[in-house]
């Protein structure tokens, strides 16, 4: 059993999760699977111009991790270009980094509020103080601006 890895952080639903050759003759081309984070990583150094600390940190893993993940990103979409192979965009270990807000319910009342991250989970219901919550539905970790896909 490989140890769970931290999950990294994706900022941005991608427009597309399929990337393929205009080419007839490679229609039974292989896939070449890029993950999100490979994705992601490819987004903030190589598209965005980041400095690859930066890129570190916006994704929430160390230098080395970024570096490993940019790297096997490169060569993917390498191999896909040079081979004229198509390429699937999906899965890997990630959340998408949720930058506002957290979404909670109160089974009560159903009041809907939000809270900010980093301020720990509300113990009561802002209308009713009713203790009885939940995380919304639509907020698992990844769901905003996202299609409710989950990594790997
Ligand atoms: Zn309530």
């Given amino acids: 059993m490989p140890r769970p890895r931290r999950h990294r952080y994706v900022q941005s639903a991608f427009e597309y999760d399929y990337f393929k050759p205009c080419v007839?003759?490679?229609q039974d081309?292989?896939?070449?699977?890029l993950k999100m984070e490979e994705m992601e990583s490819m987004r903030l150094k190589d598209y965005l111009g980041m400095d690859q600390r930066d890129a570190a940190r916006e994704m929430n893993i160390s230098q080395p991790t970024f570096?490993?993940?940019?790297?096997e990103a490169?060569?993917?979409?390498?191999?896909a270009l040079v081979c004229g192979r198509p390429i699937r965009i999906k899965g890997g270990a990630y959340r998408m980094a949720t930058t506002s807000a957290r979404k909670f319910k109160c089974y009560d009342c159903?009041?809907?509020?939000?809270?900010?991250?980093g301020?720990?989970?509300p113990q009561n219901?802002?209308?009713?103080?009713?203790?009885?919550?939940h995380r919304a539905e639509d907020d698992r970790g990844y769901a905003r601006g996202g299609r409710g896909r989950r990594g790997r």
């Fill in 110 to 117: 159903q009041h809907e509020w939000e809270e900010a991250y």
């Fill in 74 to 79: 490169r060569s993917k979409v390498a191999c």
């Fill in 24 to 26: 007839i003759c490679r």
């Fill in 67 to 71: 570096h490993r993940i940019l790297t």
């Fill in 125 to 133: 219901c802002p209308k009713c103080g009713s203790a009885n919550l």
């Fill in 29 to 33: 081309a292989e896939e070449v699977v």
């Fill in 119 to 121: 301020t720990g989970r």
